[in-house]
């Protein structure tokens, strides 16, 4: 559980509050010449994908004139708390973080939000103090990852959705659009399913939301026990990154593959391979470079002064970046955008 910010914490800040006031108001250094920043770009845990967006807030530090510290907590929630602490502390101008469960960590955005300028990227904490939100839709994107469950297996079938939390906000919308699309329902983010229920229609059932807490041991033995228990399963839907990988172990192990088709998130590697080679149907691929970059384009702007409507922020606070769907028709050109974007040869990614 969420380990609230100690009090030795809140009395640093508290009294380093006026000093980090006038370090985030001060635009310039003594020689008249910008001041360079000193941003944080926090994930919410260690994946392939993070590696992308972390490459996106470099670019982004260097192209808007700051460091940038790019941290992936290990160890869950309460590595991602002392690493805002510790940010805090130091005196950090800025900070986008992807919260790892936003309920439970309102009173540490709010502390830090209060201390420093808080942008959420990748999965949003919309009852905190945050700035804005940069990422996609996961509800939609969820949508369209249930689009392709659809094309997979159009005759119908059992469903079973892998995960790595139910607190992450991004992982309860991705999830509950998937849902709806596979199910036909119309178009409601506020909507959730329980977890541990089975909604179904008269042509599909979904089996149940397997959690993993980002143990990738953990998450391949889901696989596995979905394999056993359900040997009539029709498709596996992989909601992070690391999930669908896993999934193909597992169903390399049991001898399925090509049996059950798997549907993905994100761009790993072996995820767009299984695409090229027919054992993954396709996977919603976001764009965690410009995460990254977008995210430090605020922070900066922000930290010198500027104002959300001068930086093209929406009312709403949400800058949407679309996702794209990935099949093995057009897996070739991605693949050849993202490492050209990776390499800094171009834009990459729409």
């Known amino acids: ?54 490459e996106g807030a470099k670019a982004g530090g260097e192209e ?27 005196g950090i101008d800025g900070i986008a973080i992807s919260p790892i469960d936003p309920d439970n960590q309102v009173d540490l955005l709010n502390t830090a939000a209060q201390r420093t300028i808080l942008i959420t990227q990748d999965s949003d904490a919309p009852k905190s103090d945050r700035l804005c939100y940069v990422g996609m839709d996961n509800y939609i994107a969820g949508r369209m990852c249930g689009e392709l469950v659809l094309e997979a297996i159009p005759q119908g079938g059992k469903v079973a959705i892998f995960v790595g939390r139910m607190d992450q906000d ?10 709806d699309a596979v199910l036909g329902r119309d178009i409601d983010p506020t909507r959730f399913d329980d977890p541990g229920a089975k909604p179904s229609n008269e042509k599909y059932e979904i089996l149940g939301t397997y959690t993993d807490k980002f143990n990738f041991e953990v998450a391949k033995a889901k696989a596995e026990d979905v394999l056993s228990a359900h040997p009539d399963v029709s ?3 992989g909601l992070f990154a690391y999930n669908p990988p896993l999934i193909l ?17 994100d761009e790993q590697d072996e995820t767009l391979i299984g695409i090229q080679n027919g054992h993954i149907h396709g996977t919603v691929v976001q764009n965690p470079y410009e ?3 977008q995210s430090m384009r605020l922070l900066a702007g922000l930290a010198r002064g500027e104002t959300l409507e001068s930086l093209d922020v929406p009312d709403s606070k949400l800058i949407y970046i ?21 390499a800094g040869d171009g834009s990459g990614q729409e």
Not at 5 to 29: D, E, H, K, Q, Y
Not at 71 to 89: F, S, W
Not at 170 to 178: E, H, I, K, T
């Open 170 to 179: 991004n992982a309860r919308r991705r999830r509950q659009g998937v849902i």
């Open 249 to 265: 172990e597992a169903l390399e192990g049991a001898e399925k593959l090509g049996q059950v088709k798997v549907i993905g998130f």
């Open 64 to 90: 808007f004139n700051a460091d940038v510290e790019v941290l992936m907590p290990p160890g869950g929630i309460t590595d991602q708390t002392a690493m805002v602490e510790d940010l805090v502390t130091k």
């Open 235 to 237: 498709a596996m839907v």
């Open 322 to 342: 679309p996702a794209t769907q990935v099949r093995q028709d057009n897996v070739d050109e991605f693949w050849s955008e993202l490492k050209a974007t990776l």
């Open 291 to 293: 995460y990254g970059r």
């Open 1 to 54: 559980s969420l380990q609230t910010p100690s009090i030795a914490f809140l009395r640093i800040t508290l009294g380093l509050m006026v000093v980090f006031a006038v370090g985030c108001n001060s635009s310039g250094s003594d020689d008249g010449s910008e001041k360079k920043l000193k941003l944080a770009y926090v994930t919410n845990g260690v994946a392939s994908f993070w590696v992308i967006g972390g």
